[in-house]
């Protein structure tokens, strides 16, 4: 069966992922009008991911970091948005298979970002908590407090601590921005709402396996986000590795155990899966090998934009780091490039203009480093908020994010921490699909 999207004269882009990629993508194509735009993601929505643990740490509602797909694309000619989930791409038939049914392409773009790598290990994958959506994010915020209430009725000193206590897997800036927030929970919040427990003997524990936080950063930064999160209490375990979880305590390779129920697993990423991609396209990290036009090695008319691709530049020689900026550059580029190509014109090779990096570690403490300098402190805060405020879609999103960070900021406060679960309705009750 095929899904029903008009055939027009135009050819057909189909753009698989609407993250930060897919998405820049769709829209510069939409507006150029030379092409058909499908966009498939098997979500409704984009999802701003450098906010992620900002939900988990009940400072802002899910929906404040997502932006409805359907909405970008009102009174966009020729664009049609499918939520459907993509199962395999056939390069020879020009055709991929999708959970509603097959889908014809002329060009082809998977943007389809990247998973939780967990390294092989089955069993932390089973009980560690990812954070790499929206329903991972608001499933971590959900345990924490669960757990907090579990503590509150437990006598047993060893597992109250095991309730109470966090160990961060991944000292890159997810990892050492949720153990930030956490250790400010743990002095601002966790006081006020729970005053039977002892917050005090609250652990929380960062485990990196490198010899700094943020390798990808300055080693000005590293050691200031050190700094940093050794002020506000939190055990940072560098050149460690987490060898072992079994949903009660957390081994490490230099022999030490910490009685943790939760491990948040910031450690890494490995490019999303697609069957058909030939294995001969893969490369380290499950990343799509592309050309500096990024079109697919080996393949006719399949590009990949974003942290799935993989390609190598004078400047990167082992590839573009997995942030947003690529993502974006990338869609520019392309966008430009199918543009050319539908003109007959020659195409332009990609290349990546670093804007920078930055991490916040707390309120009033954030490293950047950006081209030509470095700061820290409560400069590189401030500009750390209104980057990401800039960048956030929609303008609801921006003032309520705004809004929450002024209340949080005055109050000392996270005022959504509400445990919703979602409700699994009895068989019978409704109709489930098949
Ligand atoms: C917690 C966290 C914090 C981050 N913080 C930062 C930061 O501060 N700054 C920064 O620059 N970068 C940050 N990143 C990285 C950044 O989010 C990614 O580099 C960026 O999202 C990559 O964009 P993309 O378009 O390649 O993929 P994504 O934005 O991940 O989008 C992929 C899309 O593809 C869809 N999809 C995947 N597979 C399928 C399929 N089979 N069928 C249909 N749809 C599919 C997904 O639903 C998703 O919408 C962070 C990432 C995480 C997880």
């Known amino acids: 069966m095929k899904i029903n999207i008009p055939e027009t004269d135009k050819k057909r882009v189909v753009i698989v992922g609407g993250g930060f ?22 979500n409704n929505y984009h ?29 966009k000619e020729d664009v049609y948005i499918r939520v459907t989930e993509v199962l395999a791409v056939h390069p020879d038939r020009q055709q991929l298979e999708t959970s509603l049914g097959i889908c014809n392409y002329d060009y082809l773009v998977l943007a389809i970002g990247a998973d939780t790598n967990f390294f092989g290990n089955e069993k932390i994958a089973r009980l560690a908590i990812p954070m790499k959506s929206v329903s991972e994010a608001l499933f971590l915020r959900n345990r924490i407090l669960s757990d907090y209430e579990k503590a509150l009725s437990t006598t047993d000193y060893e597992e109250r601590q095991g309730l109470m206590d966090i160990v961060v897997v991944g000292g890159g800036p997810t990892g050492v921005e949720v153990s930030g927030a956490l250790a400010e929970m743990k002095r601002y919040v966790f006081p006020k709402d ?22 990808g950063m300055s080693e000005q930064s590293s050691r200031k986000s050190l700094e940093f999160l050794t002020n506000l209490g939190v055990k940072v375990r560098l050149k ?48 799509i090998r592309v050309n500096r036009f990024s079109q697919v090695e080996g393949l006719e008319n399949v590009y990949a934009i974003g942290d799935i691709a993989y390609m190598e530049e004078e400047a990167y020689p082992q590839g573009h780091p997995q942030v947003a900026q690529v993502a974006m550059q990338q869609a520019v ?23 920078g990096s930055m991490a916040t570690i707390g309120r009033n403490r954030a490293v950047a480093d950006l081209p030509g300098f470095k700061f820290q402190g409560a400069f590189a805060w401030l500009i750390w908020l209104f980057v990401h405020l800039f960048q956030i879609l929609g303008v609801k999103n921006k003032v309520f994010i705004f809004l929450n960070w002024v209340w949080n900021y005055v109050t000392y406060d996270q005022s959504l921490r509400l445990i919703i679960r979602p409700r699994v309705p009895k068989s019978g009750e409704v109709e489930v699909e098949s």
């Open 240 to 287: 460690t590795m987490v060898t072992d979880f079994d949903g009660e305590c957390v081994h490490t390779n230099d022999g030490e155990t910490i009685r943790a129920r939760k491990v948040i697993w910031a450690a890494g990423v490995k490019g999303a899966k697609m069957e058909g991609v030939p294995t001969s396209a893969l490369t380290r990290g499950n990343r």
């Open 333 to 355: 580029c392309l966008a430009d490039n199918l543009s050319n190509l539908h003109r007959g014109r020659e195409l332009t090779p990609f290349s990546y203009k670093d804007l």
């Open 194 to 215: 729970y005053p039977e427990l002892n917050t005090d003997e609250i652990d929380i524990y960062l485990v990196e396996g490198a010899n700094r936080l943020l390798a």
């Open 21 to 42: 990629g897919g998405l820049k993508l769709a829209l510069k194509l939409a507006r150029r009008k030379a092409y058909q735009v499908v966009l498939l993601d098997k």
């Open 47 to 75: 999802q701003f991911q450098p906010l992620f643990y900002q939900v988990a740490m009940s400072g802002l509602e899910p929906s404040s970091i997502v932006f409805p797909l359907r909405k970008a694309f009102r009174k």
